[in-house]
């Protein structure tokens, strides 16, 4: 059988093919039908003339089981309709598995492209509003009512997270289906399986996205009991931390509605007052992490570790929407962020079991002028040996019209849009797959000589990187807490503008930034100078002393963000002087919340224009302001009743400096001036999206004009996609380019 793995090579993760490194683009096909014409075959033998042989499809659990009726007959569970009720139960084992589909599906792939390796994406969700199980999920819900996940409203639609049922007839189709693989010659060519669930696929349920909460089945119930009865050990450890003398565990109920959906004050949840919400939440994610493991470990365990294990997970940057920003109801303001179960990365990217994470790239700001932002954090899976992808699902010019996302208007955009994506993907040693959502008549978002031709040409480029230094570039590393999220109201009015706004400008300050989740930063590498915390509004004790040992120390500069400290086993502004050193004041109240530059005799301040001003129309709070007559005021925050108060300061420490910066959506000329000052390297200074690694740099251009790029080394610099020198032995070059225009650059000693 075909071994595939993930292993470091030159500074980067990278894929091993029968221990042949090879770069990880993909081709996402429309799933082979069981027989009759397939739509995909000509896009699969377009993207295989040009050099692309990783295959990606999707498939579903319900495809490959049939059911006995009697001893006679099987029966094939799409044509259960109209004896549904008349089956016999999943439970007694009644029922096999016909991966003869699959091996049709797989030839359809290998005959389109001998060369083929494919990557499975198997959905073991029973009935999601976007699921494609028209009967067999109906089945299994009909068969384990006790297992469905139910929402406050009463409604039961797809199973429970925590339902063991569910899990284990999973885990059973999952090994039979790998053993099949292993026993098949062309089976073999699979080198790889992402068990999917949650809306989509990407283990987000459709009801972390709605105005209503979950989950108040039996089993969610009885998993939470169990996970609290771990983490407490005792009634009376678990009664001195919720601070209630009755509470029992075999009494526990999940958190109603209107506990999850609030806070108790205002945009935070104090842990004296709201334990119990913040446990349950903090579970949710554990829970669904662990369901996850358990599967990838079957994975890896039926395969002998010769496939792939990885999933869509870790979205700590971009779920801060609900349904409405999906164009689904109106007027919602919750995030999904706390019910997504997306808040136990670090677990996940501590398992062996675990070789890549994926997501699309943000869908927030995709056209001209924006971003190929990830969802995840790249460089805590890159630091941990895994690999990332990105799922490009770029909405081309050849979209129907009206298809949103930032639709490309025309092929000079398809190819500036799709050119700066994999920019992305080439300066942080990640993946790639190409998602092929053709028309029914077979025509694909990429049937384009040009667009194939640049295809080709960055399939190029990436196998070339292989060879050359792939460790990350960055002096700027951007920190998430994802325990932070859970002591939020549950909604978007701090989080759109402290983290899904905001990473946009991380690319534009001009110099590389590096985001890692907060519980690595004792495994991040020396060479960052510069440390911003984005949601640091929570840090425990331990976090604390982490920051404290690793960072406060060798010239670092630390950038604190809204609140940072404000929470830790209370909420108090003395928190936030415990680990930023500024003293602060609390006004408890909230609002909107803008910060203007009011001292521009400051380096950082000095080249900064008058009209600087930021924050958010969101109401906020409480209001943390610095009250420090050690501190230099930079800047001062306004909001509610005329209030102007110091809410940008600096102070510095025998070894390390300190920054607070007391509005959100910090813009990147802010940024730079802070990097600058603490001795980053700064490659541009235009404003343009800009990614670079050690022999890389991709921008993509927002104003037309000239470019500077200055280099940390002398170098011979060339147009990569053009094939041209741009010039030779370079401490810095120019470059002409157009608005919206997507350039990439080697630069080689």
């Known amino acids: 059988m075909v071994k595939a793995e993930i292993k470091f090579l030159n500074g980067g993760p990278t894929l091993f093919i029968d221990d042949k490194p090879v770069f990880p683009m993909l081709h996402w096909v429309p799933t082979p039908p069981f027989e009759g014409k397939w739509v995909g075959e000509k896009l699969l033998r377009d993207f295989s003339e040009v050099g692309v042989h990783l295959v990606h499809f999707g498939v579903n659990m319900g495809d490959y089981l049939r059911l006995r009726m009697n001893k006679y007959a099987i029966t094939d569970i799409k044509d259960s309709r109209k004896i549904i009720g008349a089956l016999s139960s999943f439970e007694d084992k009644n029922y096999t598995y016909d991966f003869s589909r699959l091996d049709k599906q797989i030839n359809a792939v290998l005959e389109a492209d001998p060369e083929a390796y494919i990557l499975l994406r198997i959905n073991f969700e029973m009935g999601a509003p976007l699921s494609i199980l028209p009967t067999f999920d109906r089945f299994w819900r009909e068969r384990n009512p006790e297992d469905l996940e139910i929402y406050s409203d009463g409604r039961a639609e797809t199973q429970s997270y925590a339902s063991k049922k569910w899990l284990q007839d999973s885990s059973e189709f999952l090994s039979s289906l790998i053993q099949h693989l292993r026993l098949s010659k062309k089976g073999a060519r699979v080198i790889g399986i992402m068990p999917c669930a949650g809306h989509a696929g990407e283990w987000i349920k459709e009801s972390a996205m709605e105005n209503y909460a979950a989950d108040y089945s039996e089993v969610m119930k009885n998993a939470f009991r169990s996970w609290l009865i771990e983490k407490y050990k005792s009634l009376e450890n678990l009664r001195r931390a919720w601070r209630d003398p009755y509470a029992h565990f075999n009494k526990v109920e999940i958190p109603t509605a209107e506990e999850q959906m609030n806070a108790d004050t205002y945009q935070f949840r104090d842990p004296t007052r709201y334990r119990r919400v913040i446990d349950y939440f903090e579970f949710f994610s554990d829970l669904v992490a662990d369901d996850i493991l358990y599967l990838c470990k079957i994975v890896k365990e039926a395969s002998d570790k010769s496939m792939l294990a990885g999933v869509f997970y870790g979205y700590l940057l971009g779920a801060a929407w609900c349904n409405w920003y999906f164009d689904q109801g109106k007027n919602m303001e919750t995030s999904a962020y706390q019910r997504s179960g997306h808040l136990a990365l670090s677990k996940v990217l501590n398992s062996p079991y675990v070789d890549f994470i994926a997501s699309p790239y943000c869908y927030g700001f995709r056209g001209i002028c924006g971003d190929s932002a990830p969802m995840s954090i790249v460089?805590?899976?890159?630091?941990?040996?895994?690999?990332?992808?990105?799922?490009?699902?770029?909405?081309?010019?050849?979209?129907?019209?009206?298809?949103?996302?930032?639709?490309?208007?025309?092929?000079?955009?398809?190819?500036?849009?799709?050119?700066?994506?994999?920019?992305?993907?080439?300066?942080?040693?990640?993946?790639?797959?190409?998602?092929?959502?053709?028309?029914?008549?077979?025509?694909?978002?990429?049937?384009?000589?040009?667009?194939?031709?640049?295809?080709?040409?960055?399939?190029?480029?990436?196998?070339?990187?292989?060879?050359?230094?792939?460790?990350?570039?960055?002096?700027?590393?951007?920190?998430?807490?994802?325990?932070?999220?859970?002591?939020?109201?549950?909604?978007?009015?701090?989080?759109?503008?402290?983290?899904?706004?905001?990473?946009?400008?991380?690319?534009?300050?001009?110099?590389?930034?590096?985001?890692?989740?907060?519980?690595?930063?004792?495994?991040?590498?020396?060479?960052?100078?510069?440390?911003?915390?984005?949601?640091?509004?929570?840090?425990?004790?331990?976090?604390?002393?982490?920051?404290?040992?690793?960072?406060?120390?060798?010239?670092?500069?630390?950038?604190?963000?809204?609140?940072?400290?404000?929470?830790?086993?209370?909420?108090?502004?003395?928190?936030?002087?415990?680990?930023?050193?500024?003293?602060?004041?609390?006004?408890?109240?909230?609002?909107?919340?803008?910060?203007?530059?009011?001292?521009?005799?400051?380096?950082?301040?000095?080249?900064?224009?008058?009209?600087?001003?930021?924050?958010?129309?969101?109401?906020?709070?409480?209001?943390?302001?610095?009250?420090?007559p050690e501190a230099i005021t930079l800047g001062t925050i306004i909001y509610n009743r005329g209030m102007c108060v110091p809410g940008m300061a600096i102070k510095e420490f025998s070894g390390w400096k300190s920054i607070y910066v007391g509005a959100p959506n910090i813009p990147p000329n802010v940024l730079r001036s802070i990097a600058n000052y603490a001795g980053v390297h700064i490659y541009s200074y235009s404003e343009d999206v800009l990614y670079v690694s050690r022999n890389f740099i991709c921008i993509h251009a927002i104003k037309p004009g000239e470019k500077q790029i200055f280099l940390p080394r002398k170098a011979d610099v060339y147009d990569e996609i053009e094939n041209k020198l741009i010039a030779r032995d370079a401490q810095y070059f120019t470059d002409i380019m157009e608005t919206g225009e997507t350039k990439i650059y080697s630069y080689y000693y």
């Open 379 to 628: 460089e805590s899976i890159r630091l941990h040996g895994k690999m990332y992808f990105i799922e490009d699902d770029t909405r081309t010019h050849l979209f129907p019209p009206g298809s949103k996302y930032g639709m490309a208007r025309n092929l000079k955009e398809t190819l500036s849009i799709l050119t700066r994506t994999f920019g992305r993907v080439l300066t942080s040693s990640s993946g790639l797959w190409y998602a092929d959502w053709c028309s029914p008549e077979g025509v694909g978002p990429y049937q384009d000589k040009e667009i194939m031709g640049r295809i080709r040409r960055m399939l190029e480029i990436g196998e070339k990187s292989l060879n050359l230094d792939r460790a990350p570039a960055g002096e700027i590393a951007a920190i998430v807490n994802e325990k932070s999220f859970i002591y939020e109201r549950m909604n978007r009015n701090l989080d759109w503008s402290l983290i899904f706004e905001h990473k946009y400008w991380l690319s534009r300050i001009g110099a590389p930034c590096d985001i890692y989740l907060l519980e690595d930063i004792e495994k991040i590498s020396d060479q960052y100078k510069c440390y911003i915390f984005l949601n640091a509004f929570y840090l425990n004790d331990e976090q604390r002393k982490m920051i404290r040992r690793f960072l406060q120390h060798n010239g670092n500069t630390l950038v604190w963000t809204f609140a940072s400290g404000l929470i830790n086993e209370d909420i108090k502004a003395e928190n936030m002087k415990d680990i930023t050193g500024i003293n602060f004041v609390c006004d408890w109240t909230e609002w909107s919340l803008k910060l203007f530059i009011s001292n521009f005799s400051h380096p950082i301040t000095r080249n900064l224009p008058p009209t600087t001003l930021f924050g958010t129309d969101f109401n906020i709070g409480p209001i943390p302001y610095v009250d420090d």
